[in-house]
């Protein structure tokens, strides 16, 4: 299941690059399959939470954060727990801060997207590497 999200994560980071957008069907599409594997405890937790920081963070600088993003966020935090949805969080602006700072940005629209998908990806590497051991 984790492996098509992953690929539906991929098509939504690279239109998310051209166009600055993220498609309502690509995440209907996670949230279907995010459906088999629900925690919702943690979901409702994460949506309050993501919402929140949408929230205070437009209130400081405008549009620097998408409403796609924060979807995206929180359709993906429905498979995970409250840890993972909140490292999910932290390792998306990680990333996006070290890409601002590499490429020198100093006003500018960047993809969320792609650091949402990487935060994904190091989260189900590390899982599996639990399982693992």
């Known amino acids: 299941m984790n492996f098509i999200i992953v ?13 600055y957008k993220i498609k309502n069907n690509d995440i209907y599409t996670i949230l279907i399959l995010s459906l088999f594997n629900v925690n919702i405890y943690s979901f ?17 600088s405008k549009n620097s954060f998408g409403y796609g993003d924060v979807k995206l966020i929180s359709v993906l935090s429905l498979a995970l ?12 602006f990680l990333l996006s801060c070290i890409y601002i700072l590499i490429k020198k940005i100093k006003k500018g629209k960047i993809a969320f ?12 590497i590390k899982k599996c590497c639990s399982y693992i051991s």
């Open 81 to 92: 727990n409250h840890y993972e949805a909140f490292f999910l969080i932290c390792i998306s």
């Open 44 to 60: 409702i937790i994460n949506s309050i939470f993501i919402f929140l920081l949408y929230k205070i963070n437009n209130f400081f």
């Open 7 to 19: 690929f539906i994560l991929v098509k939504i980071s690279i239109y998310d690059i051209l166009s």
């Open 113 to 124: 997207a792609p650091f949402i998908m990487f935060a994904y990806l190091f989260i189900l």
